[in-house]
């Protein structure tokens, strides 16, 4: 099998495991209590922020454990907008995750946030000449993710983040696909808020990171003890908070190396699969998109029928966000490109690793031009 589906989860890494084990083990106390257990899990905890810290290149009081990037997004987007009383409008585009369109749909619905959608072109890319037109004297928030889930565009966000910092506004981004490959130096950035996932670097399910500068406000969304200097409440997880440390740390190591290698490998399943397969067409933008994200359509085919020949032949991969699987819509992101129903529901994402080989690019450029003509010819025959 040949697994390349990392956009969606990466397998965890031995290190982090390693580092997390005596969490779950002998050293499982609650960070909160006041006994040589407790006081060791806190001890723990406080390294694990550091080290984030160190890789954000942020205060470790700005950072805030959480159960993944979702939670991230949502204590992020709802926090900030309903803890600074700047206004009640929200920016955002329309290809963002689920995650935060949901949060800043509850808002409009639920607070009455009025919402305006950045347009974005036909790569999906956001021009921050635009985000300056849109910014109010009301404006509470922008949002906008680093690079995307679906089809690996990356946003140029130094130069979005200068347009809302020179209003005064507010900037968070949705980093969890750019972790491992893109920078993630928050000054550097201009952000003011940034949401990681563990397990897209190798840390399991269930840990998340949200950065906030530490001057803005911020609304818990979870209320309890206050934990996490009461903006996230709940005992913490650890084990879960190490293991996406360590994992985070390794690949901000591993990231340049990791990065150059892979992109020459996304570049030449591209070629393979253009010159391979009549009518199929690349997403997301030719240049500035992640290095090991290469996404398509297939008009004429079926991309559900797509990945389930390439399953059966031995390819792992998935029609866009592992979040909406089983939906039967087209992605949002892909008809925000102006893309039509029809067509962006022929989708395939292939998301490669630093452990992908070029043998195995080889593979899947081979595999994906028999599947791709074996479900055409099928279609064919039914109709």
């Not at 849109?134 to 130094?158: F, H």
């Not at 972790?179 to 840990?207: I, Q, R, Y």
């Not at 592992?322 to 892909?334: K, M, Q, R, T």
Request: glycine letters at 10%; charged letters at 20%; aromatic letters at 4%.
């Amino acid at each position: 099998m040949i697994y390349l589906d990392n956009a969606a989860t990466t397998p965890v890494r031995r290190e982090a495991l390693e580092a997390m084990w005596p969490h779950l083990t002998g050293s499982f106390g609650n960070p909160s209590s006041h006994h040589r257990i407790g006081e060791a899990a806190r001890a723990a905890l406080t390294d694990a922020r550091r080290t984030v810290a160190g890789v954000l290149g942020c205060r470790p009081g700005d950072v805030v454990f959480t159960s993944g990037g979702t939670e991230a997004d949502n204590l992020a987007i709802k926090g900030l907008a309903l803890g600074n009383p700047r206004g009640h409008h929200l920016v955002t585009a329309p290809i963002e995750h689920e995650a935060v369109l949901e949060s800043v749909a509850y808002l409009r619905r639920v607070h009455g946030f009025e919402v305006t959608m950045l347009p974005v072109d036909a790569t999906g890319r956001v021009d921050p000449a635009d985000l300056a037109r849109v910014i109010r004297p009301d404006t509470t928030l922008v949002t906008v993710q680093y690079a995307n889930n679906e089809v690996g565009t990356v946003q140029p966000l130094a130069e979005l983040s200068a347009v809302a910092r020179e209003h005064g506004v507010p900037f968070h981004t949705d980093a969890v696909q750019a972790a491992g490959w893109l920078p993630l130096d928050v000054m550097a950035l201009g952000v003011d808020a940034l949401s990681l996932s563990g397990h897209k670097v190798g840390a399991p399910p269930g840990s998340g990171v949200l950065f906030v500068r530490g001057r803005y406000p911020l609304e818990p969304v979870l209320h309890g003890g206050g934990q996490e200097r009461g903006k996230r409440s709940g005992t913490e997880n650890v084990a879960g908070a190490v293991a996406l440390a360590t994992a985070l740390r390794l690949a901000e190591l591993e990231r340049t190396d990791a990065a150059t290698r892979t992109t020459g490998l996304r570049e030449a399943l591209i070629a393979g699969v253009l010159a391979g397969v009549p009518l199929a067409q690349l997403t997301g933008h030719p240049a500035h998109r992640l290095p090991g994200t290469a996404s398509f359509v297939f008009p004429g085919t079926s991309g559900e029928a797509v990945l389930l020949e390439l399953e059966r032949r031995g390819i792992v991969c998935s029609s866009g966000s592992a979040c909406a699987a089983g939906s039967d819509e087209a992605s949002h992101v892909l008809t925000a490109l102006g893309l039509s129903v029809e067509v962006a529901q022929t989708a395939v994402r292939f998301t490669l690793a630093a452990t992908t080989t070029a043998d195995d690019v080889t593979e899947a450029v081979a595999s994906v031009r028999m599947a791709v003509d074996s479900v055409a010819r099928l279609g064919a025959n039914q109709s």
